[in-house]
DNA sequence: CGTTAGCACTCACCGCAATAGAGTGCTAAC
DNA sequence: GTTAGCACTCTATTGCGGTGAGTGCTAACG
C-alpha cells in the first residue's frame, strides 16, 4: 500500500510525463503544490516507488519514467476523472445530432470523432454478422448474365454482392424463388442460412421452380465468405506526430499490425463489459507492447454489435481516452437501445 | 537530342539510382558493360546531361541524381518494357478467378494486389456516382420506427441508409410507393432522381396515397449526401520504408493528405485515356512533389468507372509499376465488358 | 525520526576539430 | 575522341572535452 504521499508524486510523475514524454525529475515535481517537499525528500520516495517497480529509470542520470506497472496501478487507482471540454461536446453532439444512419455508420464515424479529439488512432470493429439474423433478401437483375444478392440484416447492416447468373434461368423464376426464400429464411442468424437452404428450402423449391439447383448455387456462392466483422481504422497518421514513433521502425510494426484485419481482431477481449484498458504487454500481440489499447463494447441481449478502440502510446492520456470513450459510449448504447428495442 | 551514349548513362544513371537510392557516381556506371568508358569520359556525358537539367548533383562531391526533367525523359524514351515475375501473374489471376464480386470490390482488390506487388501506395477511387443510373430502389422495414433505404445502380453498386420511419405511416403505403417509385426513377441517373422526385413523381403519389409528404421527406433525406466516389487506400504502410520518408515530417504531409479525400480526388486527371505518369510538381497537389503517381481510369461509353493509381517517391520503379498496371488494366477493362455490355 | 541542504558523481547531449572517403573537374597525354 | 592522373570539394564519421540535468549519499536540522 502505497503512502499518501507517494501517490501524489506516482501521479505527477504520470501526469507529467503523459504530458512531456520526457523523463520526469525531482525538481520540477517538487514545484507543484500539491506534493510541496525537496527534491531531496521527493528523491526518496521516488527510490522506493522504484523498488516497487511502479517507476523506471532511462539512465542513471536521468528523471524517472512510469514502467507498465505504474501505469496499470494509476489508471486503477489514482486517474482523476476527465472534464470534456465544452467544443468536444459539441462535436459529439453533432454525430448524433445528423440524419439517422446505419449503426456501423454511426459506429465508425463515432470511432472517427474520437481519433480526431485525442490525436490518437482509433479502431472500429463492425457487428459480428453471426449475431444477427436475416432481415430481408433480395436479387436485383442488372443484366443478362449478372444480377446483386441484397441481404439485409435484423440490425439494418446491409451486404451485398455481384452474382453471375446462369443461361437459361427464367426472371419469374427467379423472384418466385426470392419470395420463397424471404418466407422461410427470415429471422434465422446468417450462419444459419446457408445450412437450412442446403437442406429444406431446396426440396420445397424444386416443386414450384424449374432449374432451381442453379439459382440455389448462386444463392449459396452470394453467401459464402465475406461476412466478417469490419475493421475501420481512423487517424492512423496521428501515431506519426507521438515521439515514441519518431523512429520509422518502431512505427512500422504498430502500423504494419493494423493492417492485418485478423490480428486487430485478436486485440480485442472476446466478452467484456464497460471500458477495458490493456497496457502495453497486456495486449494480446506483441507488436503493440509499446501501446495502449483503451476500447468498450456493445452488446444488445448479449449479443456483441461493435467495439470501439483508441490505441496511443503507453504514454497516452487516459484520463482524457476514457472519459471521452465513457461520454460516448453512454450516447451509442442509448441510440442502439432506442433503434433496435 | 541525346547521343546514344548519354542514353546509355541516363538509363544506368536512373535505373541505378531507382534501385540504390543513393546518387550515382561515374564508376559504377563504367563498370557496366552497356557503356564500357572509362569514368573521365562518363563524367563528361554526365556534366552535359547535367547542362541539360537531366540530372542533378545534391553537392558538389556528389554523385548525380536523375531530376524530375530526367525521370520524365526516361519515362516517355528510355523505359524499358518489365516481364512481369510468373509469381506475380499467379497473384493477380487468383484476383480474377475468385468468385464474382461487385465491380467496386474488385477494383479495390486489384489496388490491393498492386501495392502488395510494387511496395508502394495504391488509390482505388471508385466509380462517380453521377455517371451511374438507378436500377433498383427498395426499402425494408427493420422495426416501428426505422427502415433501410437500398438503392441499387446500373453498375450493380449499393448504396444503403437507415431511415427514420415517421409514426403513423402504413406498411402497404410504403410498399405502393416504392413499387411506383421503382416505376417512375428506374434508370434515371442518380443525380436527377432527387430533382424528379420533388417535381413531377410527388405529385402523382399524392393521388394513390395517404401521408405521401412524409414517405417523401423520408426518401429524400436517404438521397441526400453520401453519393461521392469512394477513396479506398492500400498499403499506405508501404511508405514508411522507403528511404526519402524516413524523416517522420516528410512521411506526415504525405500520407496527410492521403486522408483527405477531396484533395486525393484532385490528384486524379477528369479525363484520361491510358496509363498515366505524373511525376512530382507534375501532380496537382503541392504535397506530393515528393511522389509520382501512375494511375489508370476506367471507361464504359465514355462514363467514368473508377481509376486505379499507384503512389510512390519519385524514385519508383516506372518501368514494374507500368508493367503491371498495364496488365491488370487490361483483365480489368475485358471484365467490365463482359459484365456490364 | 522525518526532512532537507550540500556535494560528488554519472551520463546523455552538444559542439568542434580532425580524418577518411567518395566523387568531381580539369589538364595533359595517348 | 578518350583516358590517366591529380588537386580539390564536400559529406559523414569519429573522438573528445564541456555542459547540465539529475541522482544517491551523508550529515545536519527541527
Not at 323 to 338: H, N, V
Request: charged share 25%.
Amino acid at each position: 500500500m502505497l503512502s499518501d504521499r507517494q501517490r501524489r508524486i506516482l501521479t505527477a510523475i504520470v501526469d507529467d510525463y503523459i504530458r512531456y514524454a520526457e523523463p520526469i525529475g525531482s525538481r520540477s515535481i517538487s514545484k507543484r503544490k500539491e506534493v510541496a517537499f525537496s527534491p531531496a525528500t521527493i528523491r526518496n520516495e521516488m527510490a522506493d516507488l522504484e523498488e516497487l517497480g511502479l517507476l523506471e529509470q532511462p539512465h542513471t542520470s536521468a528523471g524517472r519514467v512510469p514502467s507498465n506497472k505504474g501505469y496499470r496501478y494509476y489508471v486503477d487507482h489514482l486517474i482523476q476523472p476527465y472534464e470534456i471540454d465544452e467544443q468536444d461536446i459539441q462535436k459529439i453532439r453533432q454525430l448524433f445530432a445528423e440524419r439517422v444512419r446505419h449503426w456501423e455508420e454511426v459506429l465508425n464515424e463515432a470511432a472517427a470523432i474520437l481519433s480526431q479529439l485525442t490525436n490518437y488512432t482509433s479502431i472500429a470493429l463492425g457487428p459480428e454478422i453471426f449475431t444477427t439474423t436475416l432481415k430481408h433478401f433480395d436479387l436485383v437483375p442488372i443484366n443478362d448474365d449478372s444480377a446483386v444478392a441484397i441481404i439485409v440484416t435484423n440490425m439494418g447492416h446491409v451486404e451485398h454482392r455481384n452474382i453471375s447468373v446462369p443461361h437459361g434461368v427464367d426472371l419469374g423464376d427467379v423472384r418466385r424463388v426470392v419470395n420463397l426464400l424471404n418466407a422461410k429464411l427470415t429471422g434465422l442468424p446468417l450462419h444459419q442460412v446457408r445450412a437450412r437452404l442446403n437442406s429444406e428450402v431446396q426440396k420445397e423449391l424444386g416443386m414450384y421452380v424449374d432449374r432451381c439447383e442453379k439459382i440455389v448455387a448462386m444463392l449459396e456462392s452470394s453467401l459464402s465468405g465475406g461476412i466478417e466483422p469490419k475493421v475501420t481504422l481512423s487517424g492512423t497518421k496521428n501515431m506519426l506526430s507521438q515521439p515514441e514513433f519518431k523512429d520509422v521502425a518502431k512505427l512500422q510494426t504498430v502500423l504494419g499490425i493494423l493492417e492485418e484485419t485478423k490480428k486487430v481482431m485478436q486485440l480485442f477481449p472476446a466478452q467484456s463489459e464497460g471500458i477495458q484498458v490493456r497496457i502495453g504487454p497486456e495486449n494480446a500481440v506483441e507488436e503493440i507492447y509499446q501501446c495502449s489499447l483503451i476500447s468498450v463494447s456493445f452488446t444488445l441481449d448479449g449479443e456483441s454489435l461493435g467495439t470501439i478502440g483508441v490505441l496511443g502510446p503507453t504514454r497516452m492520456d487516459y484520463s482524457k481516452v476514457i472519459g471521452l470513450l465513457d461520454y460516448m459510449s453512454g450516447d451509442l448504447a442509448t441510440l442502439l437501445a432506442r433503434w433496435y428495442k
